[in-house]
């Protein structure tokens, strides 16, 4: 496959490209067989929206080569393009016969694994765009020389959507091996080592850690102190001090504050992934089903209370008993956060028509960032349910849960422009020039499967406004989804569907009929 690549000062610079994406690689190769995948493709989807700069292995033109000063260039180093000069990716092998594969490395050090070879630095967008405009490339095959993940082709462009959310992934793993942003060490007060896992921590890290830890002065149980990771394969170490067990109930509240603190130290570190041990459950004597349940409890609170943060964080577990022990615990949890249970209480108010009660459960998720929530809340701002109608809150309010991704504020703000222009009598083809913009991207996240729990409805915004932009085809299909849609929330007892299924009644028999 031959490319011409652009001038190298389109890619933005940065010291460690994709750090966190191979370091979620590395854990995710230390867990083996057992590893889930999401622990690396939301890593790489975070990659891909940042365009994060990667390294493709490039074979140089034999003109290219005689410019090159040999003493100051060596195979293996990255060249600088200077024109529009051709280069050959150096591509691998696919499955089938002329099929390729893309290599693309994380780092140097990932690409020094292997053989020499010249690269260049590429946006990872430029390099998924490549893949998806040849014909004959499978996909990309991530850090090919030991850590290799492939990911095809249809995965792509899925990846350059999709949010990633905070997740929380329990493991049995030596916390020295594991590839992390944030390493956290259940220290003592002194923070000058010891045994467990802060002497593990200090071997791994090597003596300089050691000589950093002195000039902190110790630090109080409960709270976090941060230094370099050293020869960890991390940006940090998070020290944090845990209690020793007594039985009293302050034991409970300085753990939680070890956890919270921890991740509020790795969060102003801008980490996107922690790894914890279980603190004080060694040497400190805390037992483990207890101390458990608080570290994830806690944790999940945090990450509850950071709806826009995207931070994985790992709880390596030294046995398989102690992952059991957190296994049971994390079970236990309650899994909706209290944002969900307000939005489902507004709108189990909402259905009887309590709309006073709606908005404030409304309001109080809303304010958390929860998007539906926001999508509701502008619908109540719209009609004036419950609260004085006020049409700028309500589109202020689809505003914040659009960029969330969510389809039904999308279609909301489309609506405004239309709603905004018969109101003031202006020009409506432009109004619904605009709406299409809303409607077009609500369409487009629901055939991604993003969020298609409101495709019926944007089916029937596609059927007002499609006409002269669809063909009959188009048309026909969409009435006959719309129909299947709303047929089917009907049955399930939404009050709203009726109206809307004699208008995708309606559509149909336009459209459908021969
Ligand atoms: N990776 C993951 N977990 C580990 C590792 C490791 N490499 N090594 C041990 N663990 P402890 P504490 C587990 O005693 O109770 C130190 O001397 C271990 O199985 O390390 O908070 C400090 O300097 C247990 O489940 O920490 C303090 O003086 C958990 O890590 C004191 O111990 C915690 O055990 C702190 O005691």
């Not at 690409?111 to 967008?125: I, K, V």
């Not at 002065?217 to 230094?227: R, Y």
């Not at 202020?396 to 009598?425: H, P």
Request: net charge negative; proline share 5%.
């Amino acid at each position: 496959m031959m490319m011409t690549i652009k001038q190298k000062s389109e890619v933005p610079t940065q010291a460690n490209p994709c750090r966190t994406l191979e370091r979620a690689i590395q854990t995710w190769q230390l867990l083996g067989e057992r590893a889930e995948p999401g622990i690396v493709l939301a890593h790489v989807a975070q990659a891909i929206q940042w365009n994060q700069p990667v390294l493709v292995p490039v074979c140089p033109p034999e003109e290219m080569l005689e410019q090159l000063n040999a003493d100051i260039v060596k195979v293996g180093e990255p060249l600088e393009n200077s024109g529009s000069m051709s280069l050959r990716v150096n591509m691998l092998n696919g499955e089938a016969p002329d099929a390729c594969q893309f290599p693309v490395f994380t780092s140097r050090e990932a690409m020094e694994n292997g053989p020499a070879a010249s690269s260049m630095e590429l946006p990872l967008q430029t390099v998924v765009k490549m893949v998806l405009d040849g014909d004959n490339c499978e996909g990309i095959i991530l850090n090919p020389f030991g850590q290799a993940l492939f990911l095809p082709r249809q995965m792509l462009e899925p990846l350059s959507y999709v949010r990633p959310s905070s997740r929380i992934y329990l493991m049995e793993a030596d916390i020295t091996k594991v590839g992390a942003d944030a390493i956290v060490n259940a220290a003592n007060r002194t923070l000058l080592g010891g045994g467990g896992v802060d002497g593990a921590i200090h071997r791994a890290a090597g003596p300089d850690l050691l000589a950093e830890c002195r000039g902190l002065h110790g630090c109080s149980t409960g709270e976090a102190k941060v230094t370099g990771a050293y020869r960890l394969n991390a940006d940090c170490i998070v020290h944090t001090v845990g209690p020793i067990y007594s039985g009293s109930p302050e034991d409970a509240k300085l753990l939680e504050q070890c956890y919270k603190n921890s991740m509020d130290a790795a969060w102003e570190c801008n980490c996107q992934t922690v790894a914890f041990p279980s603190i004080s459950t060694g040497a400190y004597g805390y037992p483990i089903d207890k101390a458990a349940k608080i570290a994830l409890r806690t944790v999940r609170n945090w990450l509850w209370e950071h709806p826009d943060t995207f931070m994985d964080v790992y709880f390596c577990c030294f046995s398989k008993a102690d992952l059991m022990e957190y296994q049971n615990a994390i079970i236990q949890l309650p899994d909706v956060p209290p944002d969900v249970r307000w939005t489902n209480k507004g709108v189990d108010a909402s259905e009887k028509e309590d709309y006073k009660t709606a908005v404030r459960y409304f309001k109080r998720a809303a304010a958390r960032g929860d998007s539906v929530a926001l999508s509701n809340l502008g619908i109540c701002y719209n009609l004036g349910h419950g609260i004085t109608r006020d049409r700028e809150e309500a589109r202020k309010c689809w505003v914040k849960a659009a960029v969330q991704g969510d389809v039904v504020s999308i279609c909301q703000l489309g609506d405004f422009w239309i709603t905004e222009s018969l109101e003031n009598r202006t020009d409506l083809s432009k109004a619904i020039e605009e709406a299409w913009v809303f409607y077009r991207t609500a369409y487009d996240l629901c055939q991604a499967g993003i969020n298609r729990e409101d495709y019926p409805n944007v089916c029937l915004r596609y059927l007002r406004y499609g006409e002269g932009r669809l063909s009959r085809r188009e048309l026909a299909h969409l009435a006959g989804e719309a129909v299947a849609g709303f047929q089917k929330r009907l049955e399930e007892g939404d009050p709203f569907a009726e109206k809307a299924l004699e208008e995708a009644k309606e559509y149909c028999r336009r459209y459908c009929e021969t």
